[in-house]
Structures are given as structure tokens and as C-alpha cells.
């Protein structure tokens, strides 16, 4: 099983080794996407989180036993080729490299599976031809 999910980090444990946890504990495969984590403030980690059923489970009440907030990631960026205009504004922007501007041709590919959501290419995109769906 392979979910991606968000963390939401209280600052009374921030400083705990969570991933740590999952992976060494409860035999889980954490691929931190992005994550913004200060000792002074709330941190917010996006991860796809993968392993056995019954590990992934595990591993969640683990950290809401620490009270860490999870949200599931049932949304996602949609590309609308035909609106694009291939301009690379939104290639430019993109963390996690899921907006490509493909050479020698100039055109934008989009690589679904590498999207974090963080939703820079919607905002980025002149032609509106990104959208995030539910």
C-alpha cells in the first residue's frame, strides 16, 4: 500500500524523530515530497508513505498518538493540454520537477505522479490551463 498524505507537526514534538519511527518501527518507506519544519512553529510534511496494510496502519496511529494531524491527499493538479501554450512558466516554478519543458520540441509535459500539489504551476500558468480537482 502507498498513500500520499500531509502531517501537520505539533511544536511539542517537532523535534522527535517520527520518520525515524516509521521507517526503523514500523517498516514503512517515507518519501518526503516537501516539508516545512521550524522548532517554533507547527510543521507541515508531505510524504508518500508506503509498506504492508497492516505497517501503514500502524505507523498512523503511531503519529496521531503523538498528535500529529493526517490528512489524505484525495486531491490533484490536472493539466489541460489543450489550453497550455507551452510558454514554461509553470516548468520554471515546479518543486518536485512534474512540469517539464521537453527539448528540442519546447512543449510541457506533465509527470502526474511526481506532483506534490503545492499548487505554484496554478497560480504560475497564464492560460489557466492547471487545475486542482477533488
Known amino acids: 500500500m502507498k498513500e500520499k498524505i500531509i502531517l501537520y507537526i505539533p511544536t511539542t514534538v517537532v523535534e522527535q524523530p517520527l520518520i525515524y519511527t516509521l521507517i526503523k518501527d514500523y517498516n514503512l518507506m517515507v518519501n518526503i515530497l516537501r516539508a516545512n519544519i521550524s522548532a517554533e512553529m507547527e510543521g507541515r510534511l508531505v510524504a508518500e508513505i508506503g509498506g504492508e496494510k497492516e505497517d501503514f ?66 497560480t504560475a500558468c497564464p492560460s489557466r490551463a492547471m487545475e486542482l480537482r477533488y
Open 57 to 122: 496502519q500502524a505507523g498512523l496511529e503511531y503519529l496521531k498518538s503523538q498528535a500529529v494531524k493526517i490528512s489524505h491527499l484525495d486531491q490533484e493538479i490536472v493539466w489541460l493540454e489543450e489550453r497550455c501554450t507551452h510558454c514554461g512558466a509553470c516548468s520554471v516554478i515546479c518543486p518536485a520537477g512534474a512540469l517539464e519543458l521537453e527539448r528540442p520540441s519546447m512543449l510541457t509535459r506533465f509527470i502526474g505522479e511526481k506532483c506534490i500539489i503545492c499548487e505554484y504551476c496554478i
